[in-house]
């Protein structure tokens, strides 16, 4: 095991070659979540710096939780012939579309129908383990583009938003996502 303050250029190619990662957190009580996400929606800004956007889904558990305590970890693990987990945790905020400055963040993201935050996490600490125990599988399709997106884009942005107010307005606990203005 291995653990640092910060990515290097190692740790980078690394989490850039992953398919999938996973986004846990918790607020102070309740549960603890842990959701696997995909697709073009992640980027390293720096050795300390990783922001990746959010698509709608059927629960909002990462930004409820981010209200009440704004910590993350994300894990990285490799499913190839190069054992390695990587953990990387920090301190995260959020950005809705109606944010100021969400346009810049957005920008270094391709558009995808559904998008409804986006997290910075600054890094306070990396740790890499083995990942022997991880098994050895290969990508045959991400379902996000061909079911996810597809799904969004027919409902429409206003579609999207009744969605949401139906299942993202407050998490599996009861706390409020802050999906809207004022809730």
Same mark, same amino acid.
């Given at each position: ?59 909002? !558990?990462? %930004? &409820?939780?981010?209200?009440? @305590? ?5 894990? =990285?693990?490799?499913?190839? *012939? ?21 346009? !810049?963040? %957005? &920008?270094?993201?391709?558009? @995808? ?5 986006? =997290?910075?996490?600054?890094? *306070? ?59």
């Amino acid at each position: 095991m291995a653990i640092g303050k910060k990515l290097n250029p190692t740790l980078r190619a690394f989490i850039e070659r992953q398919h999938v990662f996973f986004v846990a957190t918790a607020a102070p009580g309740g549960r603890v979540n842990v959701s696997p996400k995909g697709m073009s929606t992640l980027s390293i800004l720096g050795d300390t710096q990783i922001r990746w956007l959010n698509l709608s889904g059927s629960g909002n !558990e990462t %930004a &409820a939780h981010l209200r009440e @305590l704004n910590r993350m970890t994300l894990m =990285f693990c490799s499913f190839d *012939d190069n054992p390695m987990i990587l953990r990387v945790y920090g301190q995260a905020t959020t950005s809705h579309p109606r944010d100021a400055g969400w346009e !810049e963040k %957005a &920008a270094g993201f391709p558009t @995808l129908a559904g998008s409804r935050q986006i =997290f910075d996490l600054r890094i *306070d600490l990396v740790q890499t383990s083995c990942g022997s125990g991880v098994p050895i599988m290969r990508l045959e399709k991400s379902r996000g583009e061909e079911d996810l997106v597809p799904f969004y884009e027919q409902m429409g942005q206003e579609g999207v938003i009744e969605y949401w107010k139906r299942r993202n307005t407050v998490s599996i606990d009861g706390l409020a996502t802050g999906i809207f203005d004022g809730d």
